[in-house]
């Protein structure tokens, strides 16, 4: 029981401080990365999924210029 509490008080941290927890919170989709000149296709869900990772490791760049700006290093590089 004990366990259960710490898990929701952890869960009740993350909501209350509208950390991403999953793909649809980041503040860029698809759009935006068309917007860059990406074609549809696996390469816009690959960058999407490298910045999910990047924003779960590193709350705080979960931001629409900072995600943007990341999003064209890796079109840049292909390194996704």
């Known amino acids: 029981l004990k366990q259960v509490d710490e898990i929701l008080e952890i ?7 509208k950390q991403c927890i999953s793909m649809a919170d980041m503040a860029i ?3 935006e990365l068309k917007a860059l000149g990406l074609p549809d296709g696996k390469l ?17 760049i979960n931001t629409t210029e ?4 990341m999003a064209k290093e890796l079109k840049k590089n292909k390194s996704v």
């Not at 869960?11 to 401080?17: A, E, L, N, R």
């Not at 900072?66 to 700006?69: A, I, K, N, Q, R």
């Open 11 to 17: 869960y009740d941290h993350i909501i209350s401080s």
């Open 29 to 31: 989709h698809g759009k």
């Open 44 to 60: 816009i869900g690959d960058i999407l999924s490298t910045l999910f990772v990047r924003v779960l490791e590193m709350p705080d």
């Open 66 to 69: 900072t995600l943007v700006e």
